[in-house]
């Protein structure tokens, strides 16, 4: 699934961007040092190829359904997952400006969600640990499985959580979670059988394809070390982030530790909790954490039903009117355009 | 199959639509996408319950659209595509959230369903930015941009050999995919039995290709760097536009105009 | 001017699957001469070709272009000196616009932006697309993607023009105005051809690669007139060259 820019909130945003800006970075420079620039327009082409082959649809056996590929592991496969991870931003991006998936600012999101887990956690940690002492059509059909089923998994949990820090849902996050990882592992699957059918035909027609990328580059010697160095970092960033917010916006995670506990004291608020409150007030650009909304989502959360403080029915009409208004407004400024501009083209001509 | 038509013919559109020559198409590609990013930002940062003070920021857009030219109908189908994921997450709101929240004469709303219509309305904004965007300025001016950014070079040509090859890939993929169904009985999709031929034969193709297209980048010269063009520089109007956008959305931020013109009107008419 | 002699000496090569693609092959270019590389599917051609601009190198045997080797280190000189024009020019040209293929090959030699515009304008008036400039190619019809691609090797000022198949999947007016265009160009040529009629028209000398080995290397009307020969070699005469089967006169060939 892709996130949209109507689901985030501007931190986890720009976040997530900070993150993929940094992979991509960093997978630049490992491409770069790779000095193999062959690879360079099979990135592009097999891109693009991605991209084709996510519109085709395959009949799933048995259901009468049909499904179609995201293409990740795919290109960690077949392109390592430097090279794989740029392709699939490319691919995402394009997606973004042409096709309104997503959105810009969720771009970040949604490159790490369905580009960092498939080349960074499920390829490295999952296909390449399987078929590292050979390749068998066995060891391929697992590892490809295992690592789509893997992959999606974590994409999916965090498209959850991105949309539940951002607070513009209010799904709450058991739920949400309920609903999408069982939905993810039908996708896992489809993608795990596709993945696994063409990496077992590409090996068995062309093996050189398959092995070259996991021996001739760094993959071979991509240490698991250095792969959970960087999960770690990650973790901690985002962790750092989500707990920043999980601070500030207490409705959601009180929730889940409260089912998850049954005590609702832990996640009381604090020192920190005021201290940060105090700070985002000055902060308060981004008004979803302003202390008046969390006060708001605090009474929800312990579910009271009050009725939000500000309701007022004076307001209420003036906001309807206004709004009526201003959109009655703009559209009026732009058939004003429209207009102004034919005549002076009629007149010109 | 017809997917793939529709985003061919959707790609050849927004290609057509940023060749066009007008107010907007000239200003530089740089303010364009500082514009569009502080909108969106602005957009986003906008509380789950606001609703009214978000609709003025629709005046961008429409303004945009209308100066540049763009057929507002296509935009518009395009951006449907992307609301059933926004209802079907964004309908929830009204389920877990029922306190009221507005208070009109004749009914009442629940805070959920003004925040399920101002993800509704976030969607319609942060869509049409986008959509704007590409439609005015272009993947290769857009690519120049991300090389005045310092994006690195690799990615942008990568970026580009995607974009280039989407065309062609998306034709063969549609050919195959066409023969596969007039020799198969099947009524959609592809069984299961095939999947790996025929995607790993187009996939093998796709790799010759690649193969072939990096040798003729290495006749011309190509040694792993990719040297764009230099880019016009911006000039005053340039700065004039992203100053003037940049101002009235600070003042939508900050200051609800719907609200403050509401009372207004409704306080004269009591 | 002995500049441009194409030197090949014993040229042998095998793909990594054992194939044998070519096997001593020997020949001699001079400056300003026009070559048609003839000869069946599998004959070597385009594996002949790839040794000239030095994207395959040979197991066995050596290429010259001019005194200079080809080999790794020269490449840069050769490929300034060498331009090669591919078969697909969907493979040709890969960048977003007709201007940014055609300015692919000056910019990766560093010239400035002004010279790259000079250079980009010239070979695009001379392929006659300079309205295509800022096309998308996949707008392009089959015979201006092909005048696109020619334009992109042009551009890189070459004295040898390396041609793989310029006239496939071409409709013949196309066909028509491309041979038109490459008989007015001065560059020594190298057309690898199954259109042995444009072969004819184009080059006075051909040589016929068989089993990754020249057969014959001689005058093209000559030898694409030599109707055992070509059988011999999986080949045809040139349509041009055949009776009318209407009437069975034999077309005079006139150059």
Request: with cysteine.
């Amino acid at each position: 699934m892709h996130m949209a820019d109507a689901l985030i909130s501007p931190v986890v945003g720009g976040a997530m961007w900070a993150v993929t800006a940094g992979v991509a970075a960093y997978s630049v420079k490992k491409i770069g040092n790779d000095l193999d620039e062959q690879k360079i327009p099979l990135m592009g082409v097999a891109g693009a190829f991605v991209f084709a082959a996510q519109m085709i649809n395959f009949a799933i056996p048995a259901t009468g359904s049909s499904g179609h590929i995201g293409g990740g592991l795919l290109l960690a496969i077949l392109l390592g997952p430097y090279a794989g991870f740029l392709a699939m931003a490319s691919i995402l991006t394009i997606q973004a400006l042409f096709f309104a998936d997503g959105g810009l600012l969720a771009l970040g999101c949604n490159i790490f969600n369905l580009g960092f887990y498939p080349c960074f956690v499920a390829y490295p940690l999952v296909y390449r640990l399987i078929t590292r002492r050979g390749y068998s059509q066995r060891r391929i059909f697992t590892g490809a499985m295992l690592a789509a089923l893997i992959g999606l998994q974590f994409g999916s949990l965090s498209v959850v959580l991105e949309t539940f820090f951002s607070g513009k849902s209010e799904l709450p996050f058991g739920t949400f979670v309920m609903l999408m990882q069982p939905i993810h592992l039908a996708i896992g699957v489809v993608e795990g059988l596709v993945t696994a059918a063409v990496v077992g035909f590409v090996w068995q027609a062309r093996p050189e394809i398959i092995k070259r990328t996991t021996s001739g580059e760094t993959l071979g010697s991509i240490s698991i070390k250095k792969v959970l160095a960087a999960l770690a970092i990650a973790a901690m960033m985002t962790g750092g982030i989500f707990s920043w917010f999980a601070s500030a916006h207490p409705d959601g995670l009180e929730w889940s530790m409260y089912n998850a506990s049954g005590k609702e004291e832990l996640a009381a608020p604090g020192g920190i909790y005021h201290t940060l409150a105090a700070l985002q007030e000055r902060l308060a650009f981004f008004p979803d954490y302003s202390l008046k909304n969390q006060q708001e989502t605090n009474t929800f959360a312990v579910g009271t039903n009050e009725s939000w403080p500000t309701v007022n029915a004076g307001t209420s009409l003036a906001g309807l009117v206004g709004g009526v208004m201003t959109l009655m407004l703009a559209v009026i400024t732009g058939c004003c355009i429209y207009m102004f501009k034919r005549r002076h083209k009629t007149s010109g001509v | 199959m017809s997917n793939m038509t529709t985003s061919l013919y959707n790609i050849r559109l927004l290609d057509e639509l940023a060749e066009k020559k007008t107010i907007i198409h000239n200003i530089h590609p740089l303010i364009k996408v500082l514009t569009t990013v502080l909108y969106l930002i602005i957009i986003v940062s906008f509380n789950k319950y606001e609703l009214s003070e978000l609709l003025p920021l629709i005046f961008y857009p429409i303004i945009v659209i209308a100066l540049a030219d763009l057929p507002l109908m296509i935009l518009l189908k395009r951006m449907l595509i992307a609301f059933p994921l926004l209802i079907g997450i964004g309908l929830f709101n009204p389920l877990f959230d029922r306190s009221t929240m507005v208070e009109l004469p004749w009914m009442q709303l629940s805070g959920g369903w003004v925040s399920f219509l101002s993800i509704l309305l976030k969607g319609v904004l942060t869509i049409l930015a986008a959509l704007v965007l590409i439609a005015t300025t272009g993947i290769t001016r857009i690519a120049a941009v991300l090389g005045m950014l310092r994006v690195p070079r690799i990615f942008i040509l990568q970026l580009l050999l995607t974009y280039r090859y989407i065309s062609v890939l998306v034709e063969e993929v549609g050919r195959t995919v066409r023969a596969y169904a007039l020799r198969s009985r099947r009524e959609k999709g592809i069984s299961f039995s095939d999947w790996g031929p025929l995607i790993g034969h187009l996939l093998l193709r796709t790799i010759e290709r690649a193969q072939r297209v990096y040798h003729s980048m290495c006749c011309r010269g190509f040694t792993g760097a990719y040297h764009t063009g230099s880019v016009s520089r911006v000039r005053t109007g340039d700065v004039f536009y992203f100053a003037g956008w940049g101002i009235y959305f600070m003042v939508v931020r900050f200051i609800n105009i719907p609200a403050t013109l509401g009372s207004l009107i409704t306080g004269v008419v009591r | 001017m002995s500049h441009h002699i194409v030197l090949v000496n014993n040229l042998k090569y095998m793909y990594p699957d054992g194939w044998q693609a070519l096997n001593g092959v020997n020949f001699e270019i001079l400056h300003g001469e026009s070559v048609g590389i003839v000869g069946a599917n599998g004959a070597g051609k385009s594996t002949l070709l790839m040794h000239l601009v030095g994207v395959l190198f040979p197991n066995e045997g050596e290429i010259r272009v001019g005194e200079v080797p080809v080999i790794k280190k020269t490449l840069p000189l050769i490929r300034q000196s060498v331009g090669m024009v591919f078969q697909d020019p969907d493979d040709q040209l890969f960048m977003t616009t007709v201007y940014d293929d055609v300015a692919f090959g000056p910019r990766n030699y560093k010239l400035p932006e002004e010279e790259v515009e000079k250079r980009v304008r010239s070979a695009l008036e001379t392929v006659g697309i300079i309205h295509l400039i800022n096309r998308p190619p996949y707008k392009l019809s089959g015979g201006e993607k092909r005048a696109a691609a020619i334009a992109t090797v042009l551009a890189m000022q070459p004295d040898i023009l390396v041609m793989d198949e310029p006239s496939t999947a071409l409709d013949p007016k196309s066909r028509r105005r491309l041979i038109a265009l490459l008989r007015r160009f001065t560059h020594t040529k190298i057309i690898a051809s199954h259109d042995l009629d444009m072969v004819l028209e184009l080059c006075e000398r051909t040589i016929i690669l068989q089993k990754g080995k020249v057969i014959i290397d001689g005058p093209t009307g000559k030898i694409l007139a030599d109707e055992v020969l070509m059988e011999k070699c999986g080949l045809e005469m040139p349509l041009g060259l055949q009776g009318c089967p209407v009437c069975g006169a034999k077309k005079l060939y006139k150059r």
